[in-house]
């Protein structure tokens, strides 16, 4: 759908809060249209407004009990944004933004969704102080994805490659090795870590804590965890007008 603005959260029952926490931060702090939850369960426990869509995958077929990855320490729910371009609810939708729960939106977020893909697969910031095999390789907890190109059946070849090897960081090396040549790079402000810089936080945008054990008595953290979802789309307003 053209010119919607799509964003998704994947997580398990026990990150269901931090789900609710990171997609206020981007609604408080971008023009997205709709917010995607993709969940384990038929239903969130909470109520939610209506701009979140709950995609209940407790039945999915991508990655199976016995796959490669499926007893790492990741459960198949951060395999899934693998497979959004795949997934038959998505097929109208072109590009989408992928953000980890742990990630937390700090100001305007609204410039991402006009990043060139260019035919790239999608759009990421780079891990500059680390290059893994000889490769490039980028962080996708704040990922735009070119669902579009993806299904030029390279969605499939990373699903295929997830049943039948065994990574570190699963969906974030399959991709980031079979995407190779075909990667956007996006500026580090909307995927700022502070275990790795320090400096720049004038400029950040979207602050990742990546599981950090006490990220969530963080300030950003809290703002939005005690913000209400009322709260949040009155600030969403200033955004779409």
């Keep these: 759908m053209a010119g919607v603005k799509h964003a998704v959260y994947c997580g398990t029952r026990n990150i269901y809060g931090d789900m609710e926490m990171a997609a206020k931060s981007l609604i408080a702090n971008s023009d997205v249209d709709k917010v995607h939850f993709i969940i384990e369960d038929a239903k969130f426990p909470t109520e939610l407004p209506d701009i979140i869509e ?28 693998a497979a959004v371009a795949l997934m038959p609810e998505f097929s109208h939708i072109d590009r989408m933004l992928s953000l980890d729960c742990d990630t937390v939106c700090v100001r305007d977020v609204s410039p991402i969704w006009g990043t060139p893909l260019d035919g790239c697969y999608f759009a990421a910031v780079p891990e500059s102080w680390l290059r893994r095999d ?3 390789y980028c962080n996708i907890g704040v990922t735009l994805f070119n669902l579009a190109q993806l299904r030029d059946g390279k969605a499939g070849e990373v699903v295929d490659v997830l049943n039948r090897h065994r990574f570190g960081w699963p969906d974030q090396d399959a991709l ?17 870590c502070p275990w790795v810089a320090k400096d720049g936080t004038e400029k950040v945008r ?29 600030l969403h307003e200033s955004f779409c007008c």
């Design 134 to 136: 000889g490769v490039a």
């Design 176 to 192: 980031n090795y079979l995407c190779q040549g075909r990667i956007a790079l996006l500026s580090a402000e909307y995927n700022w």
């Design 206 to 234: 979207v602050v990742h804590y990546a599981a950090r054990n006490d990220w969530r008595n963080e300030p950003p953290a809290v703002k939005y965890r005690k913000m209400t979802w009322e709260q949040a789309l009155n």
């Design 54 to 81: 709950c995609h209940d995958v407790s039945g999915q077929t991508f990655f199976p009990p016995n796959g490669a990855n499926s007893n790492c320490a990741w459960s198949y729910m951060t395999l899934m944004r």
